[in-house]
């Protein structure tokens, strides 16, 4: 696709996806299989480990972006969205 068109991935992204805040017993379920499991988030380990593998999807993510030559966008949830578009676009602007 990015060899035929200009193709820009705009991540939509909440940063609280990307740590388990320390509440206590949790029970999460994976929404493919339904399988559901207990974690107590106020362990560090458990809290340590949520961050490192939702780091690792992320980077796994901007890795296919990559190699697929794709630019990317990033929005958080709690930002404005105007602001990462036009920064974006002004610096392609400039690059070319």
């Given at each position: 696709?990015?060899?035929?068109?200009?193709?820009?991935?705009?991540?939509?992204?909440?940063?609280?996806?990307?740590?388990?805040?320390?509440?206590?017993?949790?029970?999460?379920?994976?929404?493919?299989?339904?399988?559901?499991?207990?974690?107590?988030?106020?362990?560090s380990r458990v809290?340590?480990?949520?961050?490192?593998?939702?780091?690792?999807?992320?980077?796994?993510?901007?890795?296919?972006?990559?190699?697929?030559?794709?630019?990317?966008?990033?929005?958080?949830?709690?930002?404005?969205?105007?602001?990462?578009?036009?920064?974006?676009?002004?610096?392609?602007?400039?690059?070319?």
């Amino acid at each position: 696709l990015a060899n035929k068109h200009d193709t820009i991935a705009v991540h939509l992204h909440d940063p609280r996806e990307e740590h388990l805040p320390s509440v206590g017993l949790l029970e999460l379920t994976d929404a493919e299989t339904g399988e559901s499991i207990l974690v107590d988030s106020r362990s560090s380990r458990v809290r340590n480990r949520y961050a490192e593998n939702a780091a690792k999807r992320l980077q796994g993510l901007y890795s296919i972006f990559k190699r697929a030559r794709v630019d990317t966008i990033n929005i958080k949830t709690e930002e404005d969205i105007v602001e990462p578009l036009v920064k974006f676009f002004r610096t392609r602007n400039k690059s070319r």
